[in-house]
């Protein structure tokens, strides 16, 4: 079945930091590819998403670029601040008629003054 | 422009009961999707109304169940609750049944 792979968090960094947040993905077909971002204590905020390979997303400093050839759709900032310290999810859909988003299992971030 | 709410923030049942959630979508969203995030967990698909129809499930059983109102609002039931029910429940709203998914700030269920 279709399937979202990130990388196990958490993540530290210092402030400033570069950001790279891992995700590949497994599906029959072209998805759209998303990245979620959850607060402590909140729901999720769409961030970022891609829906065609190729295609770079970008929000508030993040970015993340469609891979077809490599399955992935990592998530990068240049320069991580404190307010960035939230769980983030990759997620994919496969455009099927309805939206069933399938998330990853999230990875921590953890950024410190 | 409000965005998705739902109601209540938390709640506390005890197994073999049964509980309603609530959700508000998004003005001008006619689709509504629930899913269920365990602890630690990415977020699972639950189902997906469209128009007042159930418009796509995951692997749930039945005694999850769902309604969607001539508003758009939505309602999650859950019957005979089972301890591994504890969860954030989140509802998402969209434009229509392809289109992006904005979510709400979810529901904390807790089962005794």
């Known amino acids: 079945g279709n399937s979202v792979t990130q990388m196990e968090g958490p993540v530290t960094l210092s402030e400033e930091a570069f950001l790279t947040i891992n995700c590949t993905y497994t599906a029959t077909g072209y998805p759209s590819l998303f990245w979620y971002v959850q607060y402590p204590g909140e729901g999720l905020q769409l961030l970022l998403k891609a829906t065609k390979a190729d295609d770079k997303g970008s929000n508030k400093g993040f970015e993340a670029t469609y891979r077809k050839e490599t399955t992935s759709f990592h998530l990068e900032k240049g320069s991580v601040q404190v307010s960035d310290s939230a769980v983030y999810f990759c997620?994919?859909?496969?455009?099927?008629?309805?939206?069933?988003?399938?998330f990853g299992t999230g990875t921590r971030l953890l950024v410190s003054p | 422009e409000t965005g998705v709410t739902q109601s209540p923030t938390h709640l506390i049942k005890t197994r073999g009961q049964q509980v309603t959630l609530r959700c508000s979508s998004q003005?001008?969203?006619?689709?509504v999707s629930w899913y269920q995030q365990a602890l630690g967990q990415g977020p699972q698909f639950i189902f997906q109304?469209?128009?007042?129809?159930?418009?796509g499930r995951g692997n749930f059983p039945p005694r999850f169940s769902g309604l969607q109102f001539p508003n758009y609002s939505s309602e999650l039931n859950v019957n005979a609750l089972e301890l591994d029910d504890s969860a954030l429940y989140l509802c998402?709203?969209?434009?229509?049944?392809?289109?992006?998914?904005?979510f709400g700030p979810g529901t904390r269920l807790l089962v005794l």
């Open positions: 109304y469209y128009r007042e129809e159930e418009n």
């Open positions: 003005s001008g969203h006619n689709t």
């Open positions: 998402a709203s969209s434009l229509s049944r392809g289109e992006t998914q904005y």
């Open positions: 997620a994919l859909n496969m455009n099927t008629g309805f939206q069933k988003l399938v």
